[in-house]
């Protein structure tokens, strides 16, 4: 597709189950970012994987998180026992990366709204 | 620290008006600066951009900014505002010295334009 794909568009989840959110980055574009939307928190940035270089994984808020990019395309973001704060809008979103540094902006999915009953 | 501020929650304005967001930012080094869009149960659009050059950039839907590094200001601005130009607004921060592409978002300002 044209833009970046995301799914589910909505997930509810039982506190304790493990949820796995999918993201379809632009294709060409080798940068891929995820970030939390909470009412609490704001914009959150998560993750960000750059082609084949070890992914940036400073901003995962614990270890029940984490992400991978299969063959530098579609990513995953793994949230294991999930909690109640974890409630949030997940969005994805890819760039060209740094390649290409006149045009770095990121365009972004319409998000995951995981919520976790 | 790299920070992000917009210091109004909400901004009030007519339709016609002109529409001011405001944004500043810490500073460090030479920053990517943005400004994003989010429409209810809608993701971020993106709007426009600094990089380098013309402190004043122009972008979709009749939007600018103007950067100044002085005041280290990136507010966005619209001549004359519209109802359909109600929504969520984000201004964004960048540093290529720290991971590409990886954006410090400001806690948004909502704009609400009155017929």
């Known amino acids: 597709g044209a833009g970046v794909s995301q799914s589910p568009s909505n997930k509810v989840t039982e506190k304790g189950k493990d949820v796995e959110l999918r993201c379809d980055p632009i294709s060409g574009h080798t940068a891929l970012y995820w970030y939390r939307q909470s009412l609490g928190q704001g914009l959150e940035f998560l993750i960000y994987f750059q082609g084949n270089s070890a992914p940036d994984k400073s901003g995962l808020p614990s270890d029940r998180f984490s992400a991978e990019r299969t063959g530098g395309s579609v990513s995953t973001l793994t949230i294991q026992r999930t909690q109640q704060e974890d409630s949030a809008v997940y969005l994805c979103a890819s760039s060209l990366g740094p390649r290409f540094g006149r045009d770095p902006e990121a365009f972004f999915g319409q998000g995951t709204r995981l919520t976790v009953v | 620290a790299q920070s992000v501020a917009q210091p109004e929650d909400q901004v009030n304005v007519a339709e016609g008006n002109p529409l001011t967001v405001k944004c500043t930012y810490s500073v460090s080094g030479n920053p990517y600066l943005f400004w994003y869009v989010q429409y209810p149960n809608r993701g971020l659009q993106f709007l426009l951009k600094y990089i380098t050059g013309d402190n004043l950039v122009k972008g979709s839907y009749g939007f600018e900014a103007e950067f100044n590094k002085s005041q280290t200001s990136f507010h966005l601005k619209k001549p004359s505002a519209l109802v359909s130009d109600s929504a969520l607004y984000f201004c964004?921060?960048?540093?290529?010295?720290?991971?590409?592409?990886?954006?410090?978002f400001g806690a948004g300002t909502q704009v609400v334009v009155t017929p």
């Open positions: 964004a921060v960048s540093y290529p010295t720290d991971s590409w592409g990886k954006l410090q």
